[in-house]
């Protein structure tokens, strides 16, 4: 089998002095891992397409159970989100969420272009708040694609709507006021949250960007959904967010 496909890196992973093994997210074969032959030396031609973050048109070879990458044509490096260290733990942060939520060889190209658009945002981003807004946009965006919208409008217990919800992570959404009770580990939300996280959901990115957002909601909303995803996701952390505030 040979492909031509776009493709962004996802990861990379050291397998001798010379070659690296990349996990590829692709359009027309999804996600996929290769070889990279050679891409350890400076002088080879594969070099500088073999590293995360990498968007470009990737020539592949698969002989048995081993694909080769045969040549990279790099579209955009995204070079700049290396130059800060929050820019690179979300754009990190990103790729691992792409790796864990798609499957060998399934083909999601909503999802590749969410992120393709996504770490091109990010990239020209000026601000912290700016980059949390871009993070929990995207987290909401994915949950939508991957069928783990969480419910914001009707009560996750008995259905009913209500003016003071509450937010159960186990469950995946609101609760009202007549079920607090049944739900002891639960976050309060108040009125605006579940308006503003359909906000970030369904609006396009660069309107969103263009709206003057309140900070300690979009705080509130990344430590909620930090949560969902890591009890929906079945994660104990996430290695790229170690570190970041």
């Known amino acids: 089998m040979y492909i031509v496909t776009d493709g962004i890196v996802l990861k990379r992973v050291k397998v001798s002095d010379y070659d690296k093994i990349l996990t590829i997210f692709t359009r027309k074969a999804g996600k996929l891992s290769a070889a990279v032959k050679g891409s350890q030396n400076p002088k080879s031609k594969l070099a500088s397409g073999a590293h995360p973050f990498v968007y470009g048109e990737f020539s592949i070879s698969k002989s048995g159970r081993l694909s080769n990458v045969t040549s990279i044509d790099v579209k ?9 260290l929050d820019k690179l733990t979300i754009a990190s942060y990103f790729l691992e969420v792409a790796h864990i939520v798609t499957a060998e060889n399934v083909i999601n190209n909503r999802l ?3 992120l393709l658009e996504f770490l091109g945002i990010l990239e020209t981003s ?6 949390h807004v871009i993070k929990v946009s995207f987290e909401l965006k994915l949950l939508d694609l991957i069928g783990l919208r969480p419910e914001l409008q009707h009560c996750v217990n ?24 049944l739900y002891p580990n639960n976050y309060k939300m108040g009125h ?21 957002i309140d900070e300690i909601l979009i705080k509130k909303i990344d430590y909620m959904l930090s949560e969902f995803l890591l009890y929906h996701l079945e994660r104990k952390g996430f290695k ?3 570190h970041f505030n």
């Open 76 to 84: 955009n490096a995204f070079y700049h989100l290396r130059e800060d």
């Open 158 to 181: 008995c259905g009913n709507e209500t003016a003071n919800p509450k937010f159960s992570v186990e469950d995946g959404g609101v609760v009202c006021e007549e079920c607090y009770s």
């Open 126 to 131: 000026d601000s912290l708040i700016v980059q």
């Open 192 to 212: 605006v949250i579940p308006k503003l996280m359909n906000f970030l959901m369904f609006t396009p990115l660069e309107s969103i960007l263009k709206t003057d």
């Open 240 to 242: 790229t967010l170690k």
């Open 112 to 114: 590749f272009d969410l």
